[in-house]
């Protein structure tokens, strides 16, 4: 397997991937891995977002008909 360095990387975006990790029980190390892996290999977010949505999509959630508002006098 190969191995990068990530120099010069700014503390705030560490302390945020240390959160991460942390929130997901992983080390740092592990979690720029899994991160690295889905930027490169995801790469379709609409498609993933319309297989994950597609349970919601039904006639039952068809919008009402829309009816004209009332009319304004401006007299």
């Known amino acids: 397997m190969a191995a990068i360095t ?6 705030e975006v560490q302390r945020r991937l240390k959160r991460r990790a942390a929130a997901n029980n992983q080390s740092m190390e592990a979690e720029a891995r899994s991160i690295l892996s889905a930027a490169v290999t995801g790469g379709d977010f609409a498609r993933a977002w319309v297989a994950a949505t597609a349970e919601f999509r039904s006639d039952d959630l068809k919008l009402p008909a829309r009816t004209l508002g009332r009319e304004l006098d401006l007299s």
Request: no cysteine.
């Open 6 to 11: 990530v120099r010069n990387l700014d503390d």
